[in-house]
């Protein structure tokens, strides 16, 4: 996760020990199964499409090369601890280092917010009839603010 919230991501070794010399892994396939799913499912926000693992032949002993990319959504956390120091590291040097709150607040603060009414629809045409029969159809009725409260309006209407 430290890669993550660090401005170049970086790539992690599995099956090399502290001097680059390989270990070798006992169940590759169950080993790269396990990393990709503690990676999905412990660290928010989602990491999906922000790393790659792969083999890799060092010495004629494969092990796994983890690709990261720095992330745009920074902080990166640790679900079970929160957007707090014990939940957030940066990679400093060769090592993962706690977030300051300051830190945490500021790639908080620079985060990209993208709402709907951000995105531009490719059919401006479009009026939203549909979505009114549907609503008339349960005995709903829109007023006339729904597609500003929706924020499905662009800032020219």
């Known amino acids: 996760m430290a890669f993550l919230n660090n401005q170049e991501g970086g790539i992690l070794y599995i099956g090399l ?5 390989p270990t070798g892994i006992v169940d ?3 080993t790269q199964l396990k990393i990709a799913d503690r990676i999905k499912n412990n660290i928010l926000p989602s990491t999906l499409g922000l790393f790659d693992i792969v083999t890799e032949a060092v010495e004629n002993m494969t092990v796994i090369k983890i690709i990261i990319s720095s992330g745009l959504e920074k902080p990166y956390y640790i679900k079970a601890k929160g957007m707090s120091p014990s939940g957030c590291y940066t990679r400093i040097g060769t090592s993962s280092q706690p977030m300051t709150t300051a830190m945490i607040d500021d790639l908080y603060a620079r985060r990209i917010h993208t ?7 490719p059919r401006q045409e479009l009026k939203f009839a549909q979505l009114k029969i549907y609503y008339q159809e349960r005995g709903l009725e829109l ?3 729904f597609a500003n409260s929706l924020e499905l309006l662009t800032p020219d209407g």
């Open 28 to 30: 590759l396939d169950t």
């Open 143 to 145: 007023n006339k603010q």
């Open 115 to 121: 709402t709907l009414r951000n995105i531009s629809s």
């Open 17 to 21: 020990d502290n001097d680059g010399y």
